[in-house]
């Protein structure tokens, strides 16, 4: 069927005189409610789930608070397990020409020689991960190591850096 108005075969006098049919958009029904009433139906989920989660979160700290005011034992929270083994230290030893010897992926064991007591060994095996540069002339302060240890032993190494003069020896 075109867009304009069928003529009708005889000319009748009933018959209106043919005129072109406008342009207009193609209708849509019955939409434009169901988009709205969808979108409110999502929210009203969304808040749903967010006051679940909200709920059980109050539940578990009032049932741990309520256990505790009938004396009994505070539940026991775990520290979280430790990511890193090996961290990174920066030690001052006291000789810098031993330190000139050193290169990344040496093994060394570091002592501490204090004044009054016989020398110790703080870290044994330690991994050297940086040495300063050979060109780079240090004073009498030494030079800066870094090695790779567990943390434990760099809590060590920091300790017996702050009161004994620290060497190496090559493993």
Do not use: N, W, Y
Request: glycine share 10%; with cysteine; charged share 20%.
């Amino acid at each position: 069927m075109s867009r304009t108005a069928q003529v009708c075969p005889a000319p009748l006098p009933s018959c209106p005189p043919a005129r072109p049919v406008p342009s207009f958009p193609p209708l849509r029904v019955g939409r434009g409610g169901d988009r709205l009433r969808r979108a409110v139906r999502h929210r009203r989920r969304a808040a749903s789930a967010g006051l679940a989660a909200v709920a059980v979160a109050l539940a578990a700290v009032g049932a741990a608070q309520a256990q505790a005011s009938r004396g009994g034992a505070p539940p026991v929270v775990k520290p979280p397990p430790e990511a890193v083994r090996t961290v990174s230290a920066p030690v001052r030893i006291a000789d810098a020409a031993t330190v000139r010897l050193l290169r990344p992926g040496d093994r060394v064991d570091v002592v501490a020689a204090e004044r009054a007591g016989a020398p110790r060994v703080v870290a044994a095996g330690a991994r050297v991960a940086e040495v300063p540069d050979p060109g780079k002339a240090e004073g009498d302060g030494g030079a800066l190591v870094v090695l790779s240890v567990p943390r434990e032993t760099a809590r060590a190494l920091v300790g017996a850096g702050a009161v004994a003069r620290l060497a190496v020896t090559l493993c």
